[in-house]
């Protein structure tokens, strides 16, 4: 017996969910120090927190054009600032991790 609401039309489309591909690194050569490597982990720090930034600052330009009354569709604004917020968290989480990761190998003994 299939659950209330089970299509099974969906179901192989609910299996095939797209997988993202690693992050396009080409667009760094401009923002590089001199000598600085374009997949060096300082750049894809500098890449993270430079998409964090942008989608933040797309988010309020978007509630912002919201509460001006130049754009209707008030979704698109909840929509930007959650993904901001994910944006934000995740980067958190990568820091959390390094600082993690950087204090269990300072407690090696040499």
Not at 75 to 90: R, T
Request: aromatic residues 4%; negative net charge.
């Amino acid at each position: 017996m299939a659950p209330i609401g089970f299509s099974p039309s969906l179901a192989p489309r609910a299996l095939s969910l797209p997988t993202e591909a690693a992050p396009d690194l080409t667009g760094l050569q401009g923002s590089l120090a001199p000598g600085q490597d374009p997949g060096s982990f300082s750049s894809v720090i500098d890449h993270m927190v430079s998409g964090v930034e942008q989608s933040e600052a797309n988010a309020s330009a978007i509630t912002r054009s919201v509460l001006l009354g130049d754009n209707p569709n008030l979704h698109q604004s909840v929509i930007a600032m959650q993904e901001a917020s994910l944006n934000f968290g995740l980067m958190v989480q990568v820091r959390n991790k390094v600082v993690e990761s950087y204090q269990e190998l300072m407690r090696l003994p040499v």
